[in-house]
């Protein structure tokens, strides 16, 4: 097998071999086709991972990487904009019925909960008519419709 088919074990296996001298470093390279130059820098890379992996680390958990807290936060953001677009959905509804509920009122219709008949009213029957001016109500004489009443003159 090639040295570039090899996986990171496999890889440290080789380092092994030519470490301890089982084998010599010319053939290892002959057999899985690697040159000394790569071989050697696969070995000092191996050594600096090896006393950075025993250097002394500070007590606790790890800080968590920036973009893992960004990630964090867009997250708790976004539950907290779900929970207000839903409070604003409600919101809505209710101010949709009750909007509902004042068209029925102003057609006379019976709300839900209320007993006895529904008076209908036929669309513009209900509405009130603009009087010609000087015409009063009731069929009365007069600006405001007071006919025969003393309008405080003394005379």
């Known amino acids: 097998m090639k040295w570039k088919e090899l996986g990171g074990e496999e890889r440290y296996r080789v380092l092994e071999l030519a470490r301890k001298g089982e ?68 919101k809505y509804e209710v101010a949709k019925t009750f909007l509902e509920l004042e068209r029925k009122l102003e057609r006379g219709q019976r709300l839900p909960g209320e007993q006895g008949p529904a008076e209908k009213k036929t669309p513009g029957k209900g509405r009130r008519k603009r009087r010609k001016k000087g015409s009063t109500p009731t069929g009365l004489s007069g600006p405001r419709g007071d006919a025969g009443v003393d309008s405080g003159d003394d005379g």
């Open 23 to 90: 084998m010599p470093v010319k053939q290892i390279c002959e057999t899985f086709g690697v040159s000394r130059q790569v071989l050697n820098r696969a070995m000092e890379k191996a050594d600096r991972a090896s006393v950075e992996a025993l250097e002394p680390q500070r007590p606790g958990k790890k800080p968590k990487a920036p973009h893992a807290v960004e990630i964090e936060q867009l997250a708790s953001r976004k539950t907290d904009l779900e929970k207000e677009l839903e409070h604003w959905k409600q």
